[in-house]
Structures are given as structure tokens and as C-alpha cells.
């Protein structure tokens, strides 16, 4: 799975061809979380408060980005960078 950006630990990957809806995985330590891309929300798993919220922060800035993203990763084309939190 693409590693597609990393910031303060965690680390936000998509797998190509994925199933809908639209979403990405978020790994912090032993913690995993799937989210949804638009609108911005957990979809399973779990992670702590404050990293989700770093998740969720990342997210709504770089929306348009992970949607880009899930539209290539479903075409199996490679997958673009995506700035991390500063």
C-alpha cells in the first residue's frame, strides 16, 4: 500500500484499486484508523484523540489531494506525494 504521506508519526497510505467509498488509512504506532475523504470521517478502527485530530486536520487541508489521489490509485496509476502537517 502507497505511503502517500508522513507527519508527526503517522503515517497515510492508500491501497489501489481500493473499494468506495473514497478513503484513506492512517497508521500512528500500533493504532490504525480508515477514513472517509469527503466529508472528512471515521470510517473503522481507532486511534488516539489527539492524532486523529492531527488525521483530521491533514485531511481538510489537502482534500482536493486525496481525492486526486483516490481517483489514481483506482486507475492503478502511481499515487502522488502529499505535504504532511508543519
Same mark, same amino acid.
Given at each position: 500500500?502507497?505511503?502517500?504521506?508522513?507527519?508527526?508519526?503517522?503515517?497515510?497510505? #492508500?491501497?489501489? /484499486?481500493?473499494?468506495?467509498?473514497?478513503?484513506?488509512? @492512517?497508521?500512528?504506532?500500533?493504532? +490504525?484508523? !480508515?477514513?472517509?475523504?469527503?466529508?472528512?470521517?471515521?470510517?473503522?478502527?481507532? #486511534?488516539?484523540? /489527539?492524532?486523529?485530530?492531527?488525521?483530521?486536520?491533514? @485531511?481538510?487541508?489537502?482534500?482536493? +489531494?486525496? !481525492?486526486?489521489?483516490?481517483?489514481?490509485?483506482?486507475?492503478?496509476?502511481?499515487?502522488?506525494?502529499?505535504?504532511?502537517?508543519?
Amino acid at each position: 500500500m502507497p505511503e502517500i504521506s508522513r507527519f508527526y508519526g503517522i503515517v497515510v497510505k #492508500m491501497y489501489y /484499486r481500493d473499494h468506495q467509498p473514497p478513503h484513506f488509512h @492512517a497508521e500512528y504506532g500500533s493504532d +490504525e484508523a !480508515v477514513l472517509r475523504i469527503d466529508p472528512v470521517g471515521m470510517l473503522q478502527g481507532a #486511534m488516539s484523540a /489527539r492524532a486523529l485530530s492531527m488525521v483530521f486536520e491533514w @485531511a481538510l487541508l489537502h482534500e482536493r +489531494e486525496l !481525492v486526486e489521489n483516490w481517483r489514481l490509485a483506482r486507475a492503478a496509476q502511481p499515487l502522488r506525494s502529499i505535504e504532511g502537517l508543519p
